[in-house]
């Protein structure tokens, strides 16, 4: 055998740096995770055991609070409930809960109120004003749409969050956040292709599409609402601590109460309760219960947020409002026996991976930073 020979047998052996590329990918992967690892302990080390409770309590208790809201106000249509003033009107009548929460440290920690100039009323006027508008517009949605739905097409808030918050505040718009915006918008299309799966018997498409409409315009309205409350911090009140954050809280769900109230003197639906009521399923004691309970879990969601814009950051507080779209959809699901199609279940599958790339997005800009 000659050399041409040897060297058309010989067993070609693969160079050492060939192996190397996913030694190396994988050893700079191991130590992303390590950096990440050691990051979330440097960061849990920064603040004490007591702090970590309450953040964790005030997100399960926002979570639970707004999608239990949720629930109510389409059982409160299911049941026999006809008028979008009296459901609207429930959410913000439980403003005194908040309030209450002020008089402790007024009392006790001697904190005075923070002045209140003019230029504040009117901007508390305004978002006061807003809010009544945008609770309106979801009892319209919730009216006509199930509760699955309503609920998925309000994680629309998330992108009208970030767009409202780069124009007007000036946050920051990284690509994450523009491929939220893009997967959840197509979330929020295929549900509008499939219109036809879950409409409630007695709904006209006309209705089911104001419903849609209303939904997607009161998520829009709420991304303006954060957008603006977070403006009010930075231009004048200046300041984030709890009570300052409280007290504008406070004082829009008072005007927002203000202005529903109008609406329903305007609209006679004060003198329509007890009719309502007595027409309602299982009496007048589940209409006021269901009425009672919309009110308090609504507060209680509005201080749960306030909580959480003060241990943490507003960014963590819209992030929170957007996961609470699929546990509603998913509740709505079982206690509402709502339909879910095959593109209702892959909208809630986009919508899920948006909401995991905006928070994947501000987690890696909050550590860049």
């Given at each position: 055998?000659?050399?041409g020979?040897a060297?058309?047998h010989t067993?070609?052996?693969r160079p050492?740096?060939?192996?190397?590329?996913?030694?190396?990918?994988?050893?700079?992967?191991?130590?992303r995770?390590a950096?990440?690892?050691?990051l979330v302990?440097e960061?849990?080390?920064?603040k004490p055991l007591?702090f970590w409770f309450?953040?964790?309590l005030?997100?399960?208790?926002m979570?639970?609070?707004?999608t239990?809201?949720?629930?109510?106000?389409?059982?409160?249509?299911?049941n026999g409930g006809?008028?979008k003033w009296?459901i609207?009107?429930?959410?913000v009548?439980g403003w005194?809960?908040?309030?209450?929460?002020l008089l402790?440290?007024y009392?006790?920690?001697?904190?005075s109120?923070?002045?209140?100039s003019l230029?504040l009323f009117?901007?508390?006027?305004l978002l006061g004003?807003?809010?009544a508008?945008?609770?309106?517009?979801?009892?319209?949605a919730?009216?006509?749409?199930?509760?699955s739905?309503?609920s998925?097409?309000s994680?629309?808030s998330l992108?009208f969050?970030?767009l409202?918050?780069?124009f007007?505040?000036?946050?920051d718009?990284?690509l994450?956040s523009?491929?939220?915006i893009?997967?959840?918008?197509?979330?929020t299309?295929?549900?509008?292709?499939?219109?036809e799966?879950d409409?409630?018997?007695?709904?006209t498409?006309?209705q089911?599409?104001?419903g849609?409409?209303?939904?997607?315009l009161?998520?829009?309205l709420?991304?303006?609402?954060?957008a603006l409350?977070?403006?009010?911090?930075l231009?004048?009140?200046g300041r984030?601590?709890?009570h300052?954050?409280l007290?504008?809280q406070?004082?829009?769900?008072?005007?927002?109460f203000?202005f529903?109230?109008?609406?329903l003197?305007?609209?006679?639906?004060?003198q329509g309760?007890?009719s309502?009521?007595s027409?309602?399923k299982?009496g007048?004691?589940?209409?006021?219960?269901?009425?009672?309970?919309?009110?308090i879990?609504?507060?209680l969601g509005?201080?749960a947020g306030?909580?959480?814009v003060f241990l943490?950051?507003?960014?963590?507080?819209?992030?929170?409002n957007?996961?609470r779209?699929p546990?509603t959809a998913?509740?709505?699901?079982?206690?509402?026996?709502?339909?879910m199609s095959?593109f209702k279940?892959l909208s809630?599958?986009i919508t899920?991976?948006?909401?995991?790339?905006?928070?994947?997005g501000?987690?890696?800009?909050s550590?860049?930073s």
């Open positions: 055998m000659d050399a020979d060297s058309r067993i070609p052996v050492p740096e060939a192996d190397a590329v996913p030694v190396e990918s994988n050893s700079l992967l191991q130590k995770a950096e990440f690892c050691n302990l960061t849990y080390k920064r007591s309450l953040l964790l005030s997100s399960a208790a979570l639970v609070a707004f239990a809201s949720s629930l109510l106000s389409r059982l409160y249509y299911a006809k008028s009296i609207s009107w429930a959410a009548a005194p809960i908040t309030a209450l929460v402790p440290p009392l006790f920690a001697r904190i109120p923070t002045p209140l230029k009117v901007w508390y006027i004003f807003l809010s508008a945008d609770n309106l517009m979801f009892a319209w919730y009216a006509y749409l199930p509760a739905t309503a998925l097409l994680s629309s992108i969050s970030a409202f918050g780069y007007i505040v000036k946050n718009l990284n994450s523009v491929n939220a893009v997967i959840i918008t197509a979330g299309v295929i549900i509008a292709l499939d219109s799966s409409r409630y018997p007695g709904i498409g006309k089911y599409t104001l849609f409409i209303w939904d997607i009161g998520s829009a709420h991304g303006l609402i954060f409350s977070e403006l009010v911090f231009k004048l009140l984030r601590s709890f300052v954050v007290e504008q406070v004082m829009v769900s008072l005007l927002a203000v529903t109230s109008i609406g003197v305007v609209n006679n639906d004060f309760m007890r309502e009521a027409n309602f299982h007048e004691g589940s209409y006021a219960m269901v009425l009672t309970w919309a009110a879990t609504f507060q509005v201080l306030t909580a959480i943490a950051s507003t960014v963590l507080a819209g992030v929170l957007a996961v779209v546990l998913i509740a709505a699901v079982l206690l509402f026996h709502d339909p095959g279940i809630l599958v899920v991976w948006g909401l995991g790339c905006y928070i994947v501000h987690s890696s800009s550590v860049d």
